[in-house]
């Protein structure tokens, strides 16, 4: 592929015979989280910088290293949005999320994070995600879980393996770091660059550093949970309990943090040994997340899940590929100018009925012609040639059997509406 022709690192092209892999994703979640009373919110591709700092925390990798942030001709800072869930709170505040009344929202788009690109790791990528905004229950939190597996059930998604925990209060925070902090601290010098800045920014993070040198001291590493408030506890205990009600079979894994600030209490992700290395195919969790000139946090609970991924779970699983929907099973042969000139016409009449056409406009051999209906795969041609025009038929060659009748235009048009 020639530099022209390649889209930038991290990046793809999809063309019309993959979309409907997409088409299908995007309408298995419609009528998934419509079922549970979710309406889809399309909010700003770009937003402020400032929803996903504070909204995210500074403290995160995505802030730190991965934003694609620009200043637009105002001078101000801009970024291309690294996740959902910033900019749909932003957009809950204008209802009356903040008075308790709760907001069912889910979308689909494209997210950006500068991530170095690997299998299943894009640089664009594009996420399905929900939020339940505004209220505060350990059922809210268990129903959103059970609506993210029944979604992979529609996508007919099987052998993914839920993991759970909790991140405690904001106010357990504080003597959990603590606990972290001073447990580390004497291993640091062993451990990864990145643990070694995450010991003061992000102590949380240092749990689920996948680097080999760090292994042994996060193997051995006290249980958070065990630093919270019986109320935190007993919160989690009745997200578990909730989930064992509805048959969902989940793992409990204390290590499990995630890499958002806006975290509290119940933290999911789901991930598929269909996958590589990348084989978190959805995750998420409750949240308190502050934005600029906000000082009371928007509460919610919600997942995304990421598109791509998705999908190459489904092609491990070998679910089979739906029909293209951009294929055209009818093809309109010419022989001569006024042949050509009576299918173009024809060709409007038969795609206002519904049926799907190409018809050629260049003047060409039969079998060049025929050759074009080969290669888009056309189920019939019709051929139209002087004497045809004369007799008022068109020649109906069916592509697959190879037979052949004589029809009028519209015995044509009937013959097609039925096969179509
Ligand atoms: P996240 O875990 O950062 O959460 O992303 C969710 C999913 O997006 C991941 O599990 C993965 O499937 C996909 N994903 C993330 N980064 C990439 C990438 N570079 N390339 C391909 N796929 C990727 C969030 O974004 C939260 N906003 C989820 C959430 C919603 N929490 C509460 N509400």
Redesign the pocket.
């Known amino acids: 592929m020639s530099f022209k022709s390649a889209p930038p690192p991290g990046t793809a092209d999809i063309f019309p015979a993959e979309v409907a892999s997409w088409y299908r994703l995007e309408s298995a979640a419609r009528k998934v989280f419509s079922l549970y009373g979710y309406g889809e919110l399309r909010t700003p591709v770009f937003e402020y910088t400032e929803v996903f700092k504070r909204g995210l925390g500074d403290d995160t990798e995505?802030v730190q290293k991965e934003m694609y942030t620009f200043e637009d001709r105002g001078g101000r800072s801009l970024t291309l949005r690294p996740?959902?869930?910033a900019g749909v709170m932003r957009a809950m505040l204008n209802t009356e999320v903040m008075n308790g009344i709760e907001q069912r929202v889910f979308y689909s788009g494209p997210?950006f994070?500068g991530?170095r690109p690997a299998a299943?790791?894009?640089?664009q990528?594009h996420?399905i995600?929900?939020?339940n905004v505004g209220r505060m229950a350990p059922e809210l939190d268990a129903e959103c879980i059970a609506m993210l597996m029944h979604f992979l059930e529609e996508c007919q998604i099987s052998g993914s393996k839920l993991m759970i925990n909790t991140r405690g209060a904001i106010a357990d925070r504080k003597p959990a770091e603590d606990a972290l902090k001073q447990y580390f601290t004497p291993f640091i010098s062993s451990m990864c660059d990145d643990c070694k800045s995450r010991l003061e920014r992000n102590v949380w993070r240092i749990l689920d550093c996948k680097q080999e040198q760090c292994q042994n001291p996060i193997k051995n590493a006290p249980d958070v949970v065990n630093f919270f408030s019986e109320e935190s506890k007993n919160y989690f205990k009745r997200v578990c309990e909730t989930l064992r009600n509805a048959g969902i079979e989940f793992t409990v894994e204390p290590r499990l943090v995630?890499?958002?600030d806006y975290?509290v209490h119940t933290v999911f992700?789901?991930s598929h040994s269909g996958l590589g290395a990348?084989n978190?195919?959805?995750?998420?969790?409750r949240?308190e997340l502050y934005l600029p000139d906000n000082n009371k946090p928007v509460i919610?609970?919600?997942?995304?899940?990421?598109m791509?991924?998705l999908l190459m779970v489904q092609e491990a699983l070998k679910v089979s590929p739906p029909e293209d929907p951009f294929k055209v099973p009818v093809y309109l042969i010419s022989l001569g100018q006024a042949a050509r000139d009576f299918n173009m016409k024809f060709a409007n009449e038969l795609r206002k009925s519904g049926i799907p056409v190409i018809a050629e406009v260049e003047d060409k051999s039969m079998k060049a012609q025929m050759r074009t209906a080969n290669r888009i795969n056309a189920k019939f041609v019709l051929i139209c040639g002087d004497s045809e025009l004369q007799q008022n038929i068109l020649v109906c060659k069916d592509m697959s059997s190879g037979e052949q009748s004589n029809l009028s235009p519209g015995d044509a048009m009937t013959f097609l509406k039925g096969k179509i």
């Open positions: 995505v996740e959902g869930t997210m994070r991530e299943g790791r894009r640089r990528f996420q995600g929900v939020e995630r890499g958002l975290y992700e789901i990348q978190a195919i959805a995750g998420g969790g949240y919610g609970v919600g997942f995304a899940a990421g791509e991924r």
